[in-house]
């Protein structure tokens, strides 16, 4: 017999905590181009896992992408650090 897979959805709560955590990286990257592609996770529909897998992929990128603007070597003092407003 063969059996159907049903997607899985996650539930409210889950969304809730993913999107807390999510809002507060979109914020940090507000100022990036990458902005455009971060969306939160729908807590009406409820995402499956796999659209949420999908999500979490783009925040991943957005993130990979600021690390490689920003953290680098910093040859003045022979160590790699963030460049940010606060400390050019």
Do not use: G, H
Request: charged content about 30%; overall charge negative.
């Amino acid at each position: 017999m063969l059996s159907v897979l049903r997607p899985t959805r996650l539930n409210k709560l889950k969304v809730t905590m993913v999107n807390r955590i999510l809002a507060q990286i979109k914020e940090l990257l507000e100022d990036e181009p990458t902005i455009q592609f971060m969306d939160l996770l729908d807590d009406e529909t409820l995402p499956t896992n796999s659209d949420a897998v999908l999500i979490l992929a783009q925040f991943r990128a957005a993130i990979d992408q600021y690390k490689e603007r920003y953290y680098r070597y910093d040859s003045t003092i022979y160590e790699t650090r963030w460049f940010t407003k606060e400390n050019p």
